[in-house]
Nanobody
């Protein structure tokens, strides 16, 4: 089992920045990819960014160039630096971890990000 604890999030004006953190504990050796998803009201959950142990990142097109995902493997922690935030970035952001064989997903409790115009 893996537990994910998120921190960060909150309310910010458009153009502002926020940083999310997610620390994993438990059977972390089973984890390869870690990342962030988001879900806005009435919309499906979508992947924002993820990063594997080899530190290769992937980004949703709409956040590329504004968001940066990073990872500290020694601390089993993943970060999401969000700059130039837009109202359309408003959502609940969830930390996600995937096992090496892709058979299991773990989720954090979610943290609200609200961007005011």
């Amino acid at each position: 089992q893996v537990q994910l604890v998120e921190s960060g999030g909150g309310l910010v004006q458009a153009g502002g920045s926020l940083r999310l953190s997610c620390a994993a504990s438990g059977s972390t050796v089973t984890i390869n990819a870690m990342g962030w998803y988001r879900q806005a009201p009435g919309k499906q959950r979508e992947v924002v960014a993820d990063i594997r142990r080899d530190l290769r990142p992937n980004y949703l097109d709409s956040v590329r160039g504004r968001f940066t995902i990073s990872r500290d493997n020694a601390k089993n922690t993943v970060y999401l630096q969000m700059n130039s935030l837009k109202p359309e970035d408003t959502a609940v952001y969830y930390c996600n971890a995937k096992t090496w064989n892709g058979a299991r997903d773990y989720w954090g409790q979610g943290t609200q990000v609200t961007v005011s115009s």
